[in-house]
């Protein structure tokens, strides 16, 4: 998400280039031309929490290079966000850890509020921004943002809407783990994911929702053939 708020911009989790989870996802649209100009140009960037859709390395090591000192604010999670940086090799100098449920003021119009998630507080966040009164609620992939103690009626309120990066059930097989079974389990959680969301929006009332953060496919076209030349090799030697 790229916010202009005023004269100043906000990017939240920007995953824009390369695979996530040890290329299990690819993006599934193509990022407009200019994003690195774009990701350049913020004020500053929040990134929830360290899954690789949300962290994304990748990303991170085309605009370290050519704009490392771009404030980046993470929330102060038990297990840190950044905890591999220095494994990465991705040279980013301006990251702030900042407390949970604490005013950050940008400016006189803008700030914003890093909070942490009820199920997962280890490692989940959450935001609220505002702007002129304005406020806008991004509860990411938070399973309970902030255990449910959210501000109702906000101008603007962004989820995730798509399921969670498990292997379960598809990667489970023998017993009950039959195709039928992971197709009836998938639809039963498809359903509850709808349900909670749709309850969540009834609850809060904003003005706008905006559902956000699924946008990925499970393959890539190299992957095939990357497989098919594997079968090859094996075969001929």
């Not at 949300?54 to 999670?77: C, E, M, N, Q, W």
């Not at 501000?151 to 783990?177: E, I």
Request: with cysteine; net charge positive.
């Amino acid at each position: 998400m790229d916010l202009k708020l005023g004269d100043k911009r906000m990017v939240f989790d920007p995953w824009l280039t390369g695979p996530a989870f040890a290329r299990g996802w690819w993006l599934l649209h193509e990022p407009p031309s200019d994003w690195l100009e774009r990701l350049c140009q913020a004020d500053l960037i929040y990134i929830s929490h360290m899954h690789s859709d949300h962290l994304s390395y990748p990303t991170l090591k085309k605009l370290a290079g050519r704009r490392p000192d771009i404030p980046i604010y993470v929330g102060k999670t038990e297990r840190p966000v950044f905890w591999n940086l220095n494994q990465s090799g991705v040279q980013l100098t301006n990251i702030n850890v900042v407390p949970f449920g604490i005013w950050q003021q940008v400016d006189k119009n803008l700030r914003f509020m890093i909070l942490m998630d009820g199920v997962h507080p280890e490692m989940d966040t959450c935001i609220i921004v505002e702007y002129k009164g304005h406020k806008i609620l991004n509860t990411v992939d938070c399973t309970r943002p902030n255990g449910g103690r959210l501000p109702m009626k906000v101008d603007l309120m962004m989820s995730d809407f798509a399921g969670g990066a498990s292997g379960f059930p598809m990667t489970f097989s023998g017993g009950k783990f039959t195709e039928e079974w992971k197709a009836q389990f998938i639809k039963t959680e498809r359903k509850k994911l709808l349900n909670y969301k749709a309850r969540l929006v009834k609850d809060l009332q904003p003005r706008i929702y905006c559902p956000f953060a699924g946008y990925f496919v499970e393959s890539h076209p190299s992957d095939k053939y990357g497989w098919t030349f594997c079968i090859t090799y094996l075969h001929m030697s």
